[in-house]
T-cell receptor
Framework: DTEVTQTPKHLVMGMTNKKSLKCEQH?????MYWYKQKAKKPPELMFV???????INESVPSRFSPECPNSSLLNLHLHALQPEDSALYLC?????????????FGPGTRLTVT | AQKVTQAQTEISVVEKEDVTLDCVYE???????LFWYKQPPSGELVFLIR??????QNEISGRYSWNFQKSTSSFNFTITASQVVDSAVYFC?????????????FGTGTRLTIIP
C-alpha cells in the first residue's frame, strides 16, 4: 500500500480564517513533507519532518505552521493567509532521510484564499 | 547548486506513437539520485523511477523505459506505444546525497498530450 491521504480535497478560506490541512500515511515512513504547487509550476518544498521532528523549513512565512503529532500524521495549520497563497498543497512521505528515497505523494488539497 | 532542465514544455503525439521526454541535470556531487514523476490532471504526483548515480543501466518497465547517460548528464524517459492515459505532466527531479538535508529539485515539467 503506497497511499498517502489528504483532507480536505478543496478548501476556500478568507484571509482572517484559521484552517488546517491533514495528511496521513500508514506505510511506516519516517519522513514527511509539505509542498506548495502553483499552476503550471513544479512543486516547491516547504517543510520536511524526520522522525516527527522538523528537519527542513524552507523559509516559509509563519502564517504556515506545520505539526507532526505522530509518525503517521502531518498537519499544516493556516492562519491569516494571503490570496497569493492559493495553490495545490501536496503532502508526501518517504522511508526516511539519508538515501534520497522516493517520495510518495497524496492527492493534494486545492486551497483558495479569498 | 543542483539544476534540472526539461526543455520540452509541451508535447503532443498521436496514440500508439513512441515519445521521449528529455531531462538534463547539473550537479557537483558524485553521488546523487534521479527521479521521474507523473502528474495526471487529478493532481497527485505518481512516482515512476528512482536511479542512483552509480547505476547507469537502462531500465524498462512495461511501455516505459529510461536512458541514463552520465556523460551527457541526461536521464531521458521514453513511452512506447503511447496511450491516452499517459496524458499528464511529467517531472524529472534530482536529489543530491546530503544526509538529513536532501531535497528534490524538480524540472519545470513536460506536459504530454496523447491524441486519440
Amino acid at each position: 500500500d503506497t497511499e498517502v491521504t489528504q483532507t480536505p480535497k478543496h478548501l476556500v478560506m478568507g484571509m482572517t480564517n484559521k484552517k488546517s490541512l491533514k495528511c496521513e500515511q500508514h506505510m511506516g515512513h519516517r519522513a514527511m513533507y509539505w509542498y506548495k504547487q502553483k499552476a503550471k509550476k513544479p512543486p516547491e518544498l516547504m517543510f520536511v519532518y524526520s522522525y516527527e521532528k522538523l528537519s527542513i523549513n524552507e523559509s516559509v512565512p509563519s502564517r504556515f505552521s506545520p505539526e507532526c503529532p505522530n509518525s503517521s500524521l502531518l498537519n499544516l495549520h493556516l492562519h491569516a493567509l494571503q490570496p497569493e497563497d492559493s495553490a495545490l498543497y501536496l503532502c508526501a512521505s518517504s522511508l526516511g532521510l539519508g538515501e534520497s528515497y522516493e517520495q510518495y505523494f497524496g492527492p493534494g488539497t486545492r486551497l483558495t484564499v479569498t | 547548486a543542483q539544476k534540472v532542465t526539461q526543455a520540452q514544455t509541451e508535447i503532443s503525439v498521436v496514440e500508439k506513437e513512441d515519445v521521449t521526454l528529455d531531462c538534463v541535470y547539473e550537479t557537483r556531487d558524485t553521488t546523487y539520485y534521479l527521479f521521474w514523476y507523473k502528474q495526471p490532471p487529478s493532481g497527485e504526483l505518481v512516482f515512476l523511477i528512482r536511479r542512483n548515480s552509480f547505476d547507469e543501466q537502462n531500465e524498462i518497465s512495461g511501455r516505459y523505459s529510461w536512458n541514463f547517460q552520465k556523460s551527457t548528464s541526461s536521464f531521458n524517459f521514453t513511452i512506447t506505444a503511447s496511450q491516452v492515459v499517459d496524458s499528464a505532466v511529467y517531472f524529472c527531479a534530482l536529489s543530491e546525497a546530503n544526509f538529513g538535508n536532501e531535497k528534490l529539485t524538480f524540472g519545470t515539467g513536460t506536459r504530454l498530450t496523447i491524441i486519440p
